[in-house]
């Protein structure tokens, strides 16, 4: 029994990466110098691309964007850090046994809020957030302009991209779509990150010494063991009390409703 718990184990464990089929890193950047100047964006980056490249980009955005030259170095040391960070968990076992985590959508670009909840396979590996991102908006309709250059990342001024639409409508939803493929991205590297700690925490336990199988654990509370959240019997349709809850929203708000909703959004910030 201990020789098939061990190579049980084994089978169940990885080496670190997101899952999903691109490895790529979801970056966020926040900055605020010291004269009051803000700069927030999110992308993916490439982690097998080479460091030179932080530096090039960080230039290149800094110029399309027309921000003051000393975001540069803002930008260049925040990207190098979550890299790190990244990079400090590669070759680290993470546990990949069977279990599913809830993905939250809760996004407003401009006028627009969307709000969604799905359950993601952590055990897949050729998954895409992108083409999930493409199905989702083209399902839903999403297509405003706006949102769509304010959730593409730095690589040109939003006039432009305003005038690239305005010839070319079919571009609203696939510029679209790298704000829910981030979120997606951000979540399932978050949960990357806390499976690493749980394989840790199975290899030194007692009994992980003891070749024991291993139990999936729940990771930060949200990892779900299928069996136990559809259990042998049980129907994949589900329950119409759940109906609501993984009811996609998207809603056009007014400008009276951004407005208030900024204002709490920056009380909360403080």
């Known amino acids: 029994m201990k020789g098939q718990a ?131 908006c083209k399902d839903l309709g999403i297509q405003d302009p706006e949102v769509a250059v304010s959730s593409y990342s730095g690589l040109c001024t939003s006039a432009y991209l305003v005038s690239i639409l305005s010839f070319y409508p079919k571009l609203k939803n696939v510029l679209f779509q790298p704000a829910i493929a981030f979120s997606i991205r951000e979540q399932l590297y978050e949960t990357a990150i806390q499976s690493v700690a749980s394989a840790r925490e199975s290899r030194i336990s007692k009994k992980g010494r003891r070749g024991t199988e291993h139990t999936p654990t729940r990771v930060s509370g949200v990892a779900l063991d299928l069996v136990k959240l559809f259990g042998h019997k049980s129907s994949v349709v589900r329950k119409r009390k759940e109906w609501d809850i993984y009811e996609p929203i998207v809603d056009l708000l007014s400008n009276e409703e951004v407005d208030a909703l900024e204002a709490r959004e920056e009380r909360n910030a403080r």
């Open 6 to 136: 061990s190579g049980y184990w084994r089978s169940s464990a990885v080496k670190f990466r997101i899952p999903t089929a691109q490895n790529l890193v979801p970056i966020r950047l926040d900055i605020e110098l010291d004269d009051g100047h803000k700069f927030k964006d999110t992308f993916t980056w490439n982690p097998s691309d080479p460091d030179s490249e932080i530096v090039v980009f960080a230039k290149r955005t800094v110029k399309d964007l027309k921000l003051p030259p000393a975001f540069v170095t803002h930008i260049a040391s925040s990207i190098q850090s979550q890299l790190a960070e990244f990079r400090s968990f590669e070759g680290q076992d993470m546990y990949a046994g069977e279990k599913i985590v809830p993905i939250k959508l809760d996004l407003r670009v401009n006028n627009i809020l969307i709000k969604d909840q799905f359950l993601w396979d952590m055990n897949n590996f050729e998954s895409d957030p992108e083409e999930f991102a493409k199905t989702f």
